[in-house]
């Protein structure tokens, strides 16, 4: 099971389908990529989450 938190890093509900969390996943990994904000470490720990919570909502929305 998926927490909320997952959800809540990406700002989508669970209801959403895959195709709408990939939109969001992009964008926002897109804002957060390491290599857009070099001097910004927060961005970087960001960046690792939303990539955790992306891949575990696609792996558990396949499977579920």
Avoid: C, Q, W
Avoid at 33 to 50: C, E, G, Q
């Amino acid at each position: 099971m998926i927490s909320n938190n997952e959800y809540r890093i990406l700002g989508v509900n669970k209801n959403e389908d895959i195709s709408t969390i990939k939109i969001a996943f992009r964008k926002l990994a897109s804002k957060y990529h390491p290599d857009k904000n070099k001097d910004d470490i927060h961005a970087k720990k960001l960046f690792l989450k939303i990539n955790s919570a992306y891949e575990k909502i696609v792996e558990y929305k396949k499977n579920g």
